[in-house]
């Protein structure tokens, strides 16, 4: 019996034994994986814009960033993703109604959902409104070549040179790419667009300070974000000097007195908004728990024992086991039918808030043709310019309310009863005549 207990323990040893040397050689590899994040091939230039040089270093990072190119393609969105996307489909078509919301300005003529970042700069060229007059300002966040670009000639010679002039006199053929986020000597995060740098600085916040984290924020939110031209420079500019709501936006360009274009309906000074990802997301949940944009839509991922941001941007919905499942502990199904369901409710307020602002335009129509006075429309006027703006702000962004329900639930709301408002004191002007 003695002999066979130290037979037992000797095996027993040398299965121990065994199990450790594994473990200390897998310990001892994955240490060495983790030190080689990327293998340093070239010396790339701080604004560097061909991601055809940053391959060469990251080779998986840029199979990633291939992949956001053919969406449709390489992902179940379309399974998924019931509003917005990165197909090019006609919006005037798919709503009628928005030639009459957007009647006298550019958007009547071409509104077109975005290709997405791959193929932004080609998007801008083709893209009919402002036809050839289109100024450098509206390639601002459309191509890498543009963070170089701005600290050769500066903003305001870019905002204030025609597109295409700049486009042919720079050699401008990049899309948006690794240097618009990183800089390719240090690799860190950083703000390259000066709109965002400025607009922050007016509310207090020195981006060049920003930690990490906010960084994966803030290069996003440098173009998702609402802004104007201004002056006959067209010098990009956020209104948020009063505040990121649509309140304060609405607060600053009244005082101001901005307008876009004159509505050709309804004779009301009008306000266009753009794609307010970021000052939506800031008044949600996602914002207030520290999660940033790059947080769900570049989850971070694995490669042996480096761990790195996915470079294929694209709908969360698609990704829920990283984008979602490291904070939330229920299933896959569930996150997707919660987002679903916002997103459902939203579309359903937001058309609504539409029905509604087009009965404010057939008031206002109905009371003019009848010849009410020009100052008995002053609040129906300013009543649907109101309303608008608020539908829009919902409308042009492109979570459809899940980047923060609640506010996106506000401000439809807010916009139908200012459109029943409009439409109510049009009635009663014509009445009064």
Same mark, same amino acid.
């Given at each position: 019996m003695a002999k066979y207990k130290l037979g037992f323990i000797f095996l027993g040893i040398i299965i121990l034994t065994m199990a450790a040397t594994g473990l200390l050689i897998s310990i001892f590899e994955h240490q060495q994986e983790a030190r080689l994040t990327y293998l340093k091939i070239v010396d790339i230039d701080p604004d560097e814009p061909d991601p055809i040089i940053w391959k060469q270093n990251f080779p998986q990072q840029y199979d990633d960033y291939m992949k956001t190119m053919r969406t449709s393609e390489l992902s179940q969105y379309s399974r998924y993703g019931r509003y917005g996307g990165s197909e090019s489909y006609d919006k005037l078509n798919k709503h009628p109604n928005f030639k009459r919301m957007f009647a006298g300005y550019a958007f009547s003529v071409e509104y077109r959902e975005e290709q997405g970042h791959m193929r932004a700069l080609e998007d801008v060229q083709k893209i009919k409104r402002l036809g050839k007059d289109k100024p450098g300002t509206c390639i601002t966040c459309k191509t890498s070549d543009l963070p170089k670009l701005f600290k050769e000639i500066g903003p305001k010679k870019v905002y204030a040179t025609n597109m295409y002039e700049l486009i042919k006199q720079h050699k401008i053929t990049h899309p948006i790419s690794c240097a618009d986020c990183h800089d390719g000597k240090t690799l860190e995060l950083r703000v390259t667009r000066p709109a965002f740098i400025e607009a922050m600085a007016k509310r207090g916040i020195d981006v060049t300070k920003a930690s990490h984290q906010d960084q994966r924020t803030y290069v996003c939110g440098q173009c998702h974000v609402e802004y104007y031209f201004k002056g006959p420079g067209k010098y990009l500019t956020f209104p948020w000097e009063k505040g990121l709501s649509i309140d304060s936006i609405e607060s600053y360009y009244d005082e101001i007195g901005f307008k876009d274009w004159v509505h050709a309906e309804s004779q009301s000074s009008m306000i266009k908004m753009q794609h307010p990802e970021f000052e939506i997301w800031s008044s949600g949940i996602h914002s207030r728990s520290g999660v940033t944009c790059s947080d769900c839509h570049m989850p971070y991922k694995r490669m042996g024992a480096v761990k790195y941001s996915d470079h294929w941007i694209r709908t969360p919905l698609e990704n829920i086991s990283n984008a979602c499942l490291?904070?939330? *502990?229920?299933?896959?199904?569930?996150?997707?039918? &919660?987002?679903?369901?916002?997103?459902?409710? /939203?579309? %359903?307020?937001?058309?609504?808030?539409?029905?509604? %602002?087009?009965?404010?335009?057939?008031?206002?129509?109905?009371?003019? /043709?009848?010849? /009410?006075?020009?100052?008995?429309?002053?609040?129906?006027? %300013?009543?649907?310019? &109101?309303?608008?703006? *608020?539908?829009?702000?919902?409308?042009?962004? %492109?979570?459809?309310?899940?980047?923060?329900?609640?506010? /996106?639930?506000?401000?439809?709301?807010?916009?139908?009863?200012?459109? &029943?408002?409009?439409?109510?004191s049009a009635m009663k002007a014509q009445k009064k005549k």
């Open positions: 490291p904070c939330h *502990r229920q299933s896959e199904e569930e996150m997707k039918e &919660r987002v679903l369901e916002i997103q459902d409710k /939203t579309y %359903n307020l937001m058309s609504r808030a539409e029905k509604a %602002n087009i009965a404010a335009i057939d008031a206002i129509k109905a009371a003019q /043709t009848s010849g /009410t006075s020009e100052p008995d429309l002053v609040e129906a006027r %300013n009543l649907f310019r &109101r309303s608008s703006m *608020r539908w829009d702000f919902v409308n042009a962004e %492109n979570s459809m309310g899940f980047h923060s329900p609640q506010e /996106t639930s506000r401000i439809l709301g807010d916009s139908i009863d200012y459109a &029943r408002q409009s439409q109510i």
